[in-house]
């Protein structure tokens, strides 16, 4: 496989909380890294990131804060992204599925449950794995651009 050129990084450590995953994701977005990347895959990213961090919020820091550390890199092809928690671990120590909720009804839908969905949807190279108290979750978002 051939080495991707990286032409931007960015690395956040951020508190365990909505308002700071938030935040974040702005600052990434915004400020760090703006215009490195097309539309489309900029919004894939940004998705799957706050798919994923607020997961870590929500599940893995559920019972006592933390940090959250990210780092992007862009490449020429998409971006790489490496997230790295000391929370609870994945249950099982696995990634869950990402099977869609099963209803017919539209009043039967749950509020949530379609993150790691749209995660697995959305990434390449999904990997998860837990190193001592650490949780290390990483993907790649391809570059598409968008037909007009």
């Not at 308002?19 to 539309?39: G, K, R, Y």
């Not at 790295?84 to 120590?93: E, Q, S, Y």
């Not at 839908?109 to 995660?119: D, K, R």
Request: aromatic letters at 4%; glycine letters at 6%; hydrophobic letters at 40%.
């Amino acid at each position: 496989m051939a080495s991707d050129k990286v032409t931007g990084t960015a690395r956040v450590t951020i508190p365990s909380d909505t308002q700071s995953v938030h935040d974040a994701l702005c600052a990434l977005f915004e400020t760090l890294i703006p215009n490195q990347m097309p539309q489309d895959t900029r919004d894939a990213a940004q998705i799957v990131l706050a798919e994923a961090l607020n997961n870590i919020v929500e599940h893995a820091y559920a019972q006592s804060p933390g940090e959250i550390e990210v780092t992007l890199a862009v490449t020429e092809r998409g971006v790489n992204c490496a997230i790295v928690d000391f929370g609870l671990p994945m249950p099982n120590g696995q990634l869950p599925n990402g099977r869609l909720p099963m209803h017919t009804q539209l009043e039967d839908l749950p509020e949530g449950g379609f993150g790691w969905h749209l995660i697995r949807t959305l990434s390449q190279d999904l990997n998860y794995r837990r190193e001592g108290a650490r949780n290390l979750l990483s993907f790649r978002i391809e570059s598409k651009q968008s037909a007009l």
